[in-house]
């Protein structure tokens, strides 16, 4: 496993990072612990999750939210110091008009809750799940500060914001000298660009990490699905996930998915393999969060992950993307 700085922190991650969805939501804990184990095993030394990862994702029910950091509270009992322990807030976790947001009041009963579940005294990345336009970035990054210093969090982080917004927040914690956001996630792989027009070329200005979400785009890099073919049983699109069925009609990934199965094929690498690789061989990216409900999705994917793709390589995925219209 190869490790990265975080932005211009000296905190180093692992260039992969387990995330945790499928915990409580897919899998049991038993299941869970078995991940988990091959992660730390492979090297991985960032756990990812959220307050609002769990089977209330699916149901409806709030109060089997928070299932992913309930079970990751009983299973990194003694391997805690191991590894950097990410989770989120801002989704909401209840029925209540203050149950979710980035206001001062939901971010510090959130987080308490997220201790609680995570049995610890502290997390060391915790990042905003999305932008708030209800809540002001002081009250939101003043929060956040306050609990730097109470020693509850020891870095902070965004996820899901547009460079302006980043931009913004940077500009008031540079302004009342408050812990900024040091580290974005946003979603990236093959058929999902779109942070390469504005949020690349801000966090390479101003050294921010970039750990992104989805590198294998929700399971369709993985080359599992194949357009007009009924989904395998226990996958994301047999469960009938929302936001993939979303993708598939509005992206077209099966036709990417057959343009680079020869580039791979060529490397003796999956497509799974192929679409890490290139991920990883940009130098702005921190780390991929690699979601997985079996050990071996983490044995497979980063079989290769060390390996870079050619520039050769780069030049023709550009031309493949630019003809199927995924970049400009």
Known sequence: MLYRKLGRTGLKVSQISLGTMAFGRWIDEKSSVAVLDQ?????????????VYGRGMDTGDTSLLGESEA??????????????????VKA??????????????????????????????????????????DTPLEETLGTLDDLVKQGKIRYVGCSNFAAWQLAKAHG????????????????????????EQELIPYVQTDQVGVIVYSPLGRGILTGKYRKGEQPEAGTRLAA?????????KSNPAFELVDEIRPMA??????????????????SYISSAILGASKPEHITDAIRFAD???TQEELNTIDEISRKLKLIR
Do not use: M
Request: charged share 25%.
């Open 307 to 309: 390996q870079r793709l």
């Open 172 to 195: 008031i914690s540079a302004l009342h000298k408050l812990n900024r956001f040091e580290s974005v996630q946003p979603e990236y792989s093959l058929i999902t660009r779109d942070i």
């Open 39 to 51: 992660a730390l095993d492979a090297g991985i030394n960032v756990i990812d999750t959220a307050d």
């Open 92 to 133: 909401p976790v209840g029925k209540g008009v203050n149950d979710s947001g980035l206001s001062r009041y939901h971010i510090t009963r959130a987080l308490e809750n997220s201790l609680c579940r995570l049995k610890t005294d502290h997390i060391d990345l915790y990042q905003v799940h999305g932008f708030d336009p």
């Open 265 to 282: 094929e060529a490397r003796g690498w999956t497509i799974a393999q192929f679409a890490l690789s290139w991920v990883l061989s940009h």
């Open 240 to 248: 009938g996930e929302k936001r993939l069925e979303l993708l598939l």
């Open 71 to 88: 079970i990751l509270g009983n299973i990194l009992q003694g391997k805690r110091n191991e590894i950097i322990l990410a989770t989120k």
